[in-house]
């Protein structure tokens, strides 16, 4: 069967008539076997680049991330263009995880998303063996690189996985990666024949501006006002998105909020009004923004400073994607420097501080050490805070330390829809039907609106949608579904929102947590030093702000933006100084005189009459010349 050509694939999956900057270059490095490594920054259309060629070659897909939010943004978005994709997080039942395995062997499933921590897995180990693979994906792949601004000890394991496969080849692909990041992820992912694509970090149509003011809130009014269509305003915690939004709101600025703590019922429903423009402006943590692809973005501002350089250029660069006009602006006051490099210092706590906190965790659930990985529990941070009189800020730094480190997987309040999937055949069904008649509406009821699917794959159900077909209470839906699970004849997992944490590796006495004290250090150090950048950032007033992106990125730049903060001052400071220079002239060429011809002065000025022109228009303003068809008559 001829392979289907990339440009074909891209039509019909996604519409489009052409590829992006880089993208077809990088698809057919893939489809040619290349080792890839594709730099690629916020809104370049990463995603393309490796679901193209896996489309285009024969079998699976395997995607490595780190992010559970992201796994599941991206399956559900290539179910919606008609491709089969499956991933494996926390919060699924074993059975969920074998089954979804199975589908990767005998089924259709194309695409496979998990975490580096599943890689190593028995379950996963036994059943790759019998996987047809297409091509390995490494998203995030700054991950990787201790030098990275994520570094996550379990992607190192990944080259342990590849050494199984040496003919696979692989793509890595990340939005920000310094030259240093860059060749330490080819070395850990064993590139054999590496080919770099790199897209320059420099965006042309976005002009990045800083703001110092004394009132936070009524700069951002101001530039709201300044900036017409839709925006992003960061806020570091929950609380302020809830103060700036409603502060907003009062100011007659369609505005909304949005964070990890609100249900996602609210976040759904905040998310939906904000892309179709019912709402113009999200005030948000940066839980907003990832997976959310809205090009006509245009100004995207943050009221508190950004961690690093690579987490702030991700996310002003969520701004005009549409490569039309957008402005990124930070506004902050001069105490918020402090308090950056003092907040760096306190998200870093000590070894003993986490050993405590992973003892806390083991006691709360009631686990004994050597117990099994990857079960999933409900976790609500201020409740467990609370009941081990732990100080919230540095708990949850000490959680995410843990996160990094592959012990624990902590997602933020993501939801887990309703699945059912039947275990008894169907002439084993109908004679249950037959003995528990009391059941028989509602599987015929489950089978008329999910079909035969739910035989062979844990299919999502809306628990409301079966009450209204089958005219019922809600509650006795529940009910019947935890009473046929109980039975054995289906598997219910009800639908979750609340946080969820796993052990991603059997349960650990606390003293010999896979800490290393000598990488606690390091990442303290690279971590001060990320946010020391962001304040030497902040603080320049003489360099193209681009510019300084760039440097920061290994990208050397000799071409000035001319449209940050820093080059629209110089040209403003340049056009200052060339209308004066215009206006001695006048002066001087009016000296003894009562007139002279313009014509003449046209002359002298060689090529620039539209300034000249305008510094005779101000002068005459301000009543130093009049001006009379071809002449300008002296006043002063």
């Known amino acids: 069967m001829e392979r289907q050509q990339p440009i074909e694939i891209l039509k019909q999956y996604w519409g489009y008539d052409s590829f992006r900057t880089l993208q077809e270059d990088i698809i057919s490095a893939a489809i040619a076997g290349h080792d890839v490594l594709a730099l690629l920054p916020t809104g370049g259309g ?20 780190p992010l559970i939010a992201l796994m599941k943004d991206q399956v559900e978005n290539l179910k919606a263009r008609g491709i089969s994709a499956a991933a494996i997080y926390s919060g699924m039942s074993a059975r969920e995880v074998d089954l979804t395995l199975d589908n990767c062997i005998y089924g259709d499933i194309k695409f496979l998303y998990l975490s580096p921590e599943r890689l190593k897995t028995d379950l996963f180990k036994e059943r790759v063996q019998k996987m047809k693979l297409a091509l390995f994906v490494v998203d995030e792949a700054h991950c990787i690189s201790q030098w990275g601004y994520d570094f996550r000890p379990a992607y190192l394991e990944i080259l342990e996985f590849k050494k199984q496969w040496p003919e696979l080849n692989t793509m890595a692909l990340t939005a920000t990666a310094t030259k240093q990041v860059q060749e330490d992820i080819q070395e850990k992912l064993g590139f054999k024949d590496g080919t770099l694509f790199r897209k320059s970090f420099a965006r042309a149509n976005l002009s990045y501006s800083v703001r110092e003011v004394e009132d936070k809130k009524n700069k951002l009014l101001e530039v709201l006002t300044k900036v017409s269509g839709t925006g992003i305003v960061y806020a570091s915690t929950r609380k302020a998105t809830v103060d700036v939004a409603k502060w907003l709101q009062k100011n007659n600025v369609s505005a909304d909020y949005y964070h990890g703590g609100l249900d996602h ?18 005030v948000c943590t940066n839980a907003f923004g990832m997976g959310i692809d809205k090009p006509d973005v245009r100004i995207v501002a943050h009221m508190d400073l950004p961690p690093n350089l690579e987490s702030y250029y991700q996310e002003a660069g969520r701004a005009g994607r549409d490569e039309r006009n957008a402005f990124a ?31 806390a965790l083991a006691n709360h659930f009631q686990l004994a050490v050597g117990s099994n990985s990857f079960k999933t529990y409900d976790f609500e941070i201020s409740e467990f805070a609370t009941k081990y009189q732990l100080d919230p800020i540095q708990l949850f730094h000490g ?18 829809p309703s699945r059912v999937l039947i275990k008894f055949k169907n002439e084993e069904l109908y004679r249950f039907q037959v003995a528990y008649p009391k059941y028989d509406s509602l599987i015929k009821g489950l089978l008329r609106l999910y079909g035969g699917e739910l ?9 409301t949608r079966l009450a209204a077909y089958l005219e019922t209470d809600l509650t006795e839906i529940i009910e019947g579904l935890h009473a046929l699970s109980k039975q054995g004849v289906l598997i219910y997992s009800p639908q979750k929102d609340k946080p969820q944490i796993a052990f991603a590796q059997p349960r650990l006495d606390a003293t010999n947590l896979q800490l290393d004290e000598a990488w606690l250090k390091q990442k303290r150090r690279q971590d001060s030093d990320r946010a020391q950048s962001v304040v030497d950032y902040i603080q320049h007033r003489h360099r193209c702000r681009t510019q300084i992106l760039l440097e920061y990125f290994d990208e050397v730049s000799y071409d ?36 002279v011809e313009k014509s003449k002065l046209m002359k002298l000025v060689g090529g620039n009459e539209s300034r000249l022109i305008d510094t005779l228009r101000k002068m005459q303003d301000a009543g130093e010349i009049e001006l009379e068809g071809d002449f300008i008559l002296r006043l002063y």
């Open 399 to 416: 959680l995410k330390v843990l996160e990094r480190a592959s012990i624990i997987e902590l997602s933020e309040g993501f939801h887990h």
């Open 329 to 359: 602006v930070v506004i902050y006051e001069k105490k918020d420097l402090e308090e950056l490099l003092k907040k760096t210092s306190g998200s870093n706590p000590k070894l003993a501080f986490i050993q405590g906190v992973y003892q």
């Open 560 to 595: 000035k933006c001319g449209v940050c903060d820093i080059c629209l001052n110089e040209k403003q400071a340049d056009d200052y100084t060339v209308a004066e220079s215009y206006r001695d002239l006048v002066k001087k060429e009016l000296d003894g005189k009562s007139k």
């Open 265 to 282: 019922k609210e976040r759904m429903l905040k998310q939906e009004g904000w892309i179709e423009n019912k709402i113009r402006v999200m």
């Open 46 to 65: 990463k995603s393309i680049c490796f679901q193209v060629p896996a489309l285009a070659l024969e079998g699976l897909c395997l995607v490595v991330s």
């Open 455 to 463: 035989y062979s794959n844990f299919v999502t159900v809306s628990e």
